[in-house]
């Protein structure tokens, strides 16, 4: 979990924040929960991708390529007079790569437990996508990552490690689902820390540190 959070919690993290908040009309403080909560879908659906040869592949190939982490270099210029059309195009691809048939359900799941319409939850997401793969592409160059095996193990320590195998098999689970809706509403539960686990995890920690 440290990862996201030294991603979250960093100065490059509130520009983040700041960044998509302006260019979607939403507030930091709603933006931030938002992003706290779809961070660590979309590395558990990366993790899952990762999971075949095949997957695996194409996502080392776009992190080694278009999103090697030089987005990161320039965020200011990135969000400088609005996100341009070919960043938002691109930010929508990776979305529908990643999370597939699932995206809707992602996004009305967050939608249900934010309080924002899905519309809106989409277009933060679109705005966020590049610049979170692009950090993966940056952790994976940093950390000299060139196989599937140590990719899965990268995305596996960007959710939380060995201490959140019950929130990663969920998540996983939520992507594999059928769609019947129940996985859905545990998840976002779950990332949101409501209910009684005050113990960390992802819930817990993103919780904590967006004052949930």
Same mark, same amino acid.
């Given at each position: 979990m440290s990862g996201l959070l030294e991603l979250l919690n960093?100065?490059?993290?509130? &520009?983040?924040? +700041?960044?998509?908040?302006?260019?979607?009309?939403?507030?930091? +403080?709603?933006?931030?929960?938002?992003?706290?909560?779809?961070?660590?879908?979309?590395?558990?659906?990366?993790?899952?991708?990762?999971?075949?040869?095949?997957?695996? &592949?194409?996502?080392?190939?776009?992190?080694?390529?278009?999103?090697?982490? +030089?987005?990161?270099?320039?965020?200011?210029?990135?969000?400088?007079?609005?996100?341009?059309?070919?960043?938002?195009?691109?930010?929508?691809?990776?979305?529908?790569?990643?999370?597939?048939?699932?995206?809707?359900?992602? !996004?009305?799941?967050?939608?249900?437990?934010s309080g924002l319409d899905a519309g809106s939850i989409a277009?933060?997401?679109?705005?966020?996508?590049?610049?979170?793969?692009?950090?993966?592409?940056?952790?994976?160059? &940093?950390?000299?990552?060139?196989?599937?095996?140590?990719?899965?193990?990268?995305?596996?320590?960007?959710?939380?490690?060995?201490?959140?195998?019950? !929130? &990663?098999?969920?998540? !996983?689970?939520?992507?594999? +689902?059928? $769609?019947?809706?129940?996985?859905?509403?545990?998840?976002?539960?779950?990332?949101?820390?409501?209910?009684?686990?005050?113990? $960390?995890?992802?819930?817990?920690?993103?919780?904590?540190?967006?004052?949930?």
């Open positions: 960093s100065p490059m993290g509130k &520009q983040l924040v +700041s960044g998509v908040a302006g260019q979607t009309g939403q507030s930091e +403080s709603q933006t931030a929960d938002i992003l706290g909560m779809a961070m660590p879908l979309l590395m558990g659906a990366m993790k899952k991708n990762a999971s075949t040869p095949g997957g695996a &592949q194409g996502l080392m190939n776009a992190l080694s390529s278009k999103h090697d982490g +030089s987005i990161l270099d320039n965020l200011g210029g990135f969000f400088g007079g609005g996100v341009d059309q070919s960043a938002l195009d691109d930010g929508a691809g990776i979305l529908g790569h990643v999370l597939g048939t699932k995206q809707p359900q992602v !996004e009305n799941a967050l939608s249900r437990k277009q933060i997401l679109q705005v966020a996508a590049p610049i979170i793969l692009g950090y993966l592409g940056k952790e994976t160059k &940093q950390q000299k990552v060139s196989s599937p095996d140590a990719l899965s193990g990268l995305l596996g320590g960007l959710m939380g490690g060995s201490n959140t195998q019950k !929130e &990663q098999s969920l998540i !996983e689970s939520f992507l594999d +689902s059928d $769609g019947d809706g129940s996985v859905i509403d545990d998840l976002a539960g779950m990332v949101l820390n409501k209910g009684n686990d005050k113990g $960390g995890g992802i819930g817990g920690v993103l919780g904590g540190l967006f004052g949930k």
